[in-house]
Nanobody, 116 residues
Framework: QEELVESGGGLVQAGESLKLSCTGS????????VGWFRQAPGKEREFVAA????????DYSDFVKDRFVISRDRAKKTLWLLMTNLKPDDTAVYYC?????????WGQGTQVTVVS
């Protein structure tokens, strides 16, 4: 399984923005539907956003729609998640993976903490 590496998390104030990155060395980001997922303390991991294999059509969960933007550069094998107007409820570890996710491809994630 290809390793995907997330980065870009941090501690921010409510209302601020962050841009997460996910990089891979193989075929996953250029050739598959890929997405972002998150897991908050004590909660199940949940879908955040995905971008389709063909046409780069984005899909968002209701709780991030109009605030987050998913994009990728297939040549650079990089996936991004631009997060704006962050809220304390967005605090979680964020992961990238294929969509639907491959159980064997979860990485370490990147921590996003939003304080009010």
């Amino acid at each position: 399984q290809e390793e995907l590496v997330e980065s870009g998390g941090g501690l921010v104030q409510a209302g601020e923005s962050l841009k997460l990155s996910c990089t891979g060395s193989g075929h996953t980001i250029p050739y598959y539907s890929v997405g972002w997922f998150r897991q908050a303390p004590g909660k199940e991991r949940e879908f955040v956003a995905a971008i389709s294999r063909f046409g780069d059509v984005p899909d968002y969960s209701d709780f991030v729609k109009d605030r987050f933007v998913i994009s990728r550069d297939r040549a650079k094998k990089t996936l991004w998640l631009l997060m704006t107007n962050l809220k304390p409820d967005d605090t979680a570890v964020y992961y990238c993976n294929t969509d639907p996710p491959s159980p064997d491809s979860w990485g370490q994630g990147t921590q996003v903490t939003v304080v009010s």
